[in-house]
């Protein structure tokens, strides 16, 4: 859905490339690779962390640096955040967007909440980590490793012993 | 899974996680991966990711919030508690099934020394045949949460004593539901200010026990006492109360105490007394800001004598007062009403009423006669909401039987009456019926300076009656009363 415009800039959602524009004033963003996105302040305001240095008036005309995010992710929760104002209240399409929007590779996922976390996107943290959660609820150890990769480096007497001294939860 | 020591298990390639065998699951930071075990809901699980890698060992040690639900052992809650960061520990929200005394005193304490947040404890009591046997131990003593800032418990009538020593010193919030008190010391002495110097909000709802309740507060906001079963007396000294509901304390189904009660809350907003009210006993003393009262609600006929004593507390309880900003009061009619008494006028003077919020529950019943008593004693009234209730009636009924009584005298067809001050008019959930319609004509009539009527109906309602009360009402009605409603032009 990204579009590049004659000054190379990308714009990300629906929205036109406006940079005065009365009805829905637009904000830039600067990804860690350097490129430009822009969005609506209504979208941008759904990070907190935007949403306080646009209050503060800590945004000068060039826009937000975020050093801490890569383009394709910050991509990702651009069409989020334009997703979910667009139609807040349509409860079945913004629970089918979100559906098709966690159905990524694992890494992806962190990244986004990695990402999420520090634009401090409430919303979308909740359903990344809500998505992650539930992989691993009904899995057993094995299983969990499994699936995320995760290395034993447990003696077998020492994964007995915490086995024991977690039999409560074992049982 | 065998493993040899220090091999490591090549990782099985996985669909789902195409690309690299790196665990980045794992290189999320701790705060993070805390996010992702609270989602869990359940410490037991959380907890099995211990044995993940040594990463994960002590991670879920460090959650702010930990849930056990109906199945854990006892042991096993004292068991996550000890394993657990105490300096991480912020919430604790407990299901339980049946506990004992025994088994919540086994975890309770490691629980109130830590607890620096909100705990919620709740037993599901199932009653059982084999419960009739006397337990050894009858209740389980409370302790003394210093940290704690909300407590929540609903015990299924588990029985409760309350630790004598020890000061709440950060509550600011206290339920109690379905308890069982036991003594030696009293709820009052542990929830007076001494004890619980920052306690704002306290409900007791559904308690045994509990005969006699002195509460001294400095803090206290808001006090909700429902079905307190068996109180004997009550004493409430709180200058900083804002709200206070007595609900079926001292007269409920199986109790009718003489309501014995001193209430000293100068500053009172709201008051709620839906119990026995006799101002020989119940003392409420100076109210000079209150706002809003609610009281038992009145049964327009009667056929026994319980029906004229609640309707004789609601007349009392009202004579205490001069004048009312908000009153809601509720009438209610029986669903047949022969042989019955008509009681609304025993209701001989109401205070001055600013604003009266009516809920009418008609039973199909014409209720124009006692609307029509009820406004003929608070004419001064400048807001006016009546709330029909209809779906207590019975479903297929909309008229009420042949030859009722309910509308023998309709002095409110033909008498005048002068509410001179009523500006706004509120009708809501009304069902369009004929004799609502000449009700209202009746009181767009009574009501010579209206500014604003609105107009709402009942869902089962069709649209097309509703538009058509609604063109009749605009017809009749007077060009400087702005009509609003949503089947209104």
């Known amino acids: 859905m990204a579009a590049t415009t004659a000054d190379g800039s990308k714009v990300v959602g629906g929205g036109e490339k406006s940079n005065v524009d009365e009805e829905s004033k637009m904000i830039t963003l600067f990804s860690s690779d350097g490129e430009r ?45 334009n997703r979910h104002v667009a139609s807040p209240d349509e409860k079945e399409d913004i629970r089918s967007f979100d559906a098709g929007f966690v159905n990524v590779e694992h890494h992806t996922l962190f990244d986004i909440i990695r990402a999420a976390n520090y634009l401090d996107v409430k919303e979308l943290m909740d359903l990344c980590c809500q998505t992650v959660a539930d992989s691993i609820k009904s899995k057993s150890v094995e299983e969990i490793r499994e699936l995320f990769g995760i290395v034993n480096d447990f003696t077998p007497e020492e994964e007995a012993e915490i086995r024991k001294e977690n039999q409560w939860a074992f049982e | 899974m065998e493993r040899r020591d220090g091999e490591i298990p090549t990782k099985r390639s996985n669909l789902s996680d195409g690309g690299g065998s790196e665990d980045r699951l794992s290189a999320l930071p701790d705060d993070l991966l805390l996010q992702i075990l609270l989602k869990l809901v359940d410490t037991a699980v959380a907890a099995r990711t211990s044995v993940l890698s040594s990463r994960w060992r002590r991670l879920w040690t460090l959650l702010p919030k930990l849930w056990f639900y109906p199945g854990t052992e006892p042991l096993a809650i004292r068991a996550a508690l000890e394993s657990h960061e105490a300096a991480a520990l912020r919430d604790l929200d407990i299901t339980l099934l049946d506990a004992t005394p025994e088994s919540v005193a086994g975890w309770l304490p490691i ?19 084999s419960d009739g046997q006397a337990r050894e131990i009858v209740a389980f003593l409370l302790p003394c949460f210093q940290n704690a800032t909300s407590i929540h418990l609903e015990l299924g009538y588990l029985g409760m004593a309350l630790h004598p020593l020890g000061v709440f010193a950060r509550l600011t919030d206290l339920n109690l539901t379905c308890v069982e008190l036991h003594g030696p010391c009293m709820l009052g002495e542990a929830v007076s200010s001494p004890r619980c110097p920052s306690l704002q909000r306290l409900i007791v709802h559904g308690a045994r026990g509990l005969g006699n309740f002195t509460i001294h507060s400095h803090s206290l906001k808001r006090l909700m006492l429902r079905n307190v079963h068996g109180l004997e007396q009550l004493t409430v000294i709180a200058p900083a109360l804002l709200s206070l509901s007595v609900i079926c304390c001292f007269h409920s189904t ?9 209430i000293s809350s100068p500053q009172l907003l709201s008051l709620i007394w839906v119990d026995a009210y006799d101002p020989r006993f119940t003392q409420l003393g100076e109210m000079e800001n209150l706002q809003r009262l609610s009281t038992y609600p009145f049964f327009v006929y009667g056929h026994n004598d ?25 009438l209610l009619y029986p669903l047949e009403i022969t042989n019955h008494e008509y009681l609304m006028e025993d209701i001989t003077r109401l205070p001055n009423i600013v604003v009266m919020n009516l809920h009418i529950e008609p039973k199909a019943h014409s209720f124009g006669t006692s609307l029509f008593h009820l406004l003929s004693m608070c004419t001064g009234v400048r807001k006016l909401t009546i709330t029909l209730d209809c779906k207590t009636s019975h479903p297929v009924q909309t008229v009420c039987s042949a030859g009722c009584v309910c509308d023998q005298t309709p002095n409110w067809k033909t008498e005048e009456l002068t509410l001179n001050c009523l500006k706004r008019l509120n009708l809501s959930n009304w069902g369009a019926t004929d004799h609502e319609a000449a009700l209202v004509k009746r009181l767009l009539e009574w009501a010579t300076v209206l500014q604003t009527m609105t107009v709402t109906f009942d869902r089962s309602v069709a649209g097309s009656k509703a538009k058509e009360f609604c063109q009749m009402l605009q017809i009749f009605s007077r060009p400087e009363i702005c009509m609003r409603g949503p089947h209104f032009v």
């Open chain 2, 254 to 262: 199986t109790t009718m105490n003489q309501p014995v009660a001193t």
């Open chain 1, 37 to 81: 996105f822009e969005v609506t302040q209504e979208a941008a305001a759904m990070s907190q962390t935007i949403h306080h240095m646009m209050e503060d008036g800590c945004v000068d005309d060039e826009g937000v640096h975020l050093p801490n995010v890569g383009s394709s992710i910050l991509a990702m929760v651009i069409e989020y955040c």
């Open chain 2, 111 to 129: 629980a109130a020394r830590r607890l620096p947040g909100h705990l919620k404890l709740v037993n599901i009591f199932e009653p059982d045949e």
């Open chain 2, 306 to 330: 319980s029906h004229k004593v609640v309707n004789s507390y609601t007349m009392k309880l009202l004579s205490h007062f001069k004048l009312i900003q908000t009153l809601n009061f509720k």
